[in-house]
């Protein structure tokens, strides 16, 4: 177990709706990283978030959304969900900015219906 | 143009023989480079990084890189059914972004 935690596990929803996930990172880490992961894709790179400061963004609509709180866990916030937001979200962490080796968490499966 | 491309699977592979998983990126400028495995239903575990060209071994892992030719590969030795699993290449860019291929599914035949 990498120490980085994720919640909830799982969750549905329906179009239109907001969602927002959790996580805590691992012991030490000051920097998060957010991913979504399709069926049969790799994890694409939403966000990453250093000492609660925005550091980087993916591919990624503005409703797609995040904060990092002084304790270094964070959320990620998606408004107007879309079909085709259900995904597997994955939160890493790393021991600074820019700092190589990310460790994820458990994930968090979203349905939206 | 993909940034990171792996080798379509799956690839299957009897016991004990060695598995080898190939990708190619597109940012010259890359450094860091790492090889996650992933079971079914779970997120991905960090196996390998390689930053220098040339061979890493850690176990039953060799991870090779030639940055001239923008290639990364994994070999697994000995492959064991527990190594049945997704294998995903990730490329660290200069702005610290991570870019993951689609993975290489692994079966190992007992």
């Known amino acids: 177990e990498t120490g980085v935690t994720q919640s909830p596990t799982h969750l549905i929803k329906t179009r239109g709706q907001q969602v927002t996930l959790r996580c805590s990172s691992q012991?030490?880490?000051?920097?998060v990283s957010w991913y979504q992961q399709a069926l049969g894709q790799g994890p694409q790179f939403i966000f990453q978030y250093y000492r609660e400061e925005e550091n980087g963004r993916g591919n990624f609509p503005p409703r797609f959304s995040g904060l990092q709180f002084p304790n270094y866990s964070s959320e990620l916030n998606v408004n107007a969900l879309e079909l085709d937001d259900s995904a597997l979200y994955l939160c890493a962490s790393s021991p600074g900015w820019g700092a190589n080796t990310q460790y994820f968490g458990p994930g968090t499966r979203l349905t939206v219906l | 143009q993909k940034e990171v491309e792996q080798n379509s699977g799956p690839l299957s592979v009897p016991e004990g023989a060695i598995a080898s998983l190939n990708c190619t990126y597109s940012?010259?400028?890359?450094?860091?480079f790492f090889w996650y495995r992933q079971y079914s239903g779970k997120s991905p575990e960090l196996i390998m990084f390689i930053y220098s060209n040339g061979d890493k071994e850690d176990g039953r892992f060799t991870a090779q890189l030639n940055k001239a030719s923008q290639y990364v590969s994994l070999l697994i030795r000995d492959s064991q059914p527990s190594d049945s699993a997704t294998y995903l290449c990730?490329?660290?860019?200069?702005?610290?972004?991570?870019?993951f291929g689609a993975g290489t599914t692994v079966t190992v035949r007992a």
């Open positions: 940012d010259r400028g890359s450094q860091s």
């Open positions: 012991s030490g880490h000051n920097t």
């Open positions: 990730a490329v660290l860019s200069n702005d610290y972004k991570l870019s």
